[in-house]
């Protein structure tokens, strides 16, 4: 009996591993390409003033990017909800660790981390 507690822990411990490993590498990789997703305006902003762009460079740039966006939306809408799917189950297994007062504290982060990344996609 105490073998196979071992052994679900084990499991457990090695899902909640590696959904940690996957949900930072997927939140690094989202994060880097964020300026470009979902603030345009803010990369429009860096690139004009550091590589001094014309008003005419400045709109051919922005419609670019806008482009850009849109393929990445594009991109990304077939694989999305897998990567839901994904977040989700690791949360679930992740809550299944935590005492009551740590769930709460899990979904505190959780809303803090959804809302940080809604104010990120309005600016």
Request: glycine share 4%.
């Amino acid at each position: 009996m105490k073998d196979s507690r071992n052994l679900a822990l084990m499991f457990l411990l090695g899902a909640f591993v590696t959904g940690g490993v996957l949900g930072f590498t997927a939140n690094r990789y989202m994060s880097r390409d964020a300026a470009y997703l979902s603030g345009n305006e803010s990369l429009m902003r860096l690139m004009s003033q550091r590589l001094r762009l014309s008003g005419e460079q400045q709109h051919a740039v922005d419609s670019l990017l806008d482009e850009r966006s849109r393929q990445y939306r594009e991109a990304m809408a077939p694989i999305r909800p897998q990567l839901d799917s994904i977040k989700q189950a690791s949360r679930e297994q992740i809550r299944r660790v935590l005492s009551e007062e740590q769930r709460r504290e899990f979904e505190a982060l959780i809303a803090e981390f959804s809302d940080s990344t809604r104010q990120s996609k309005n600016e």
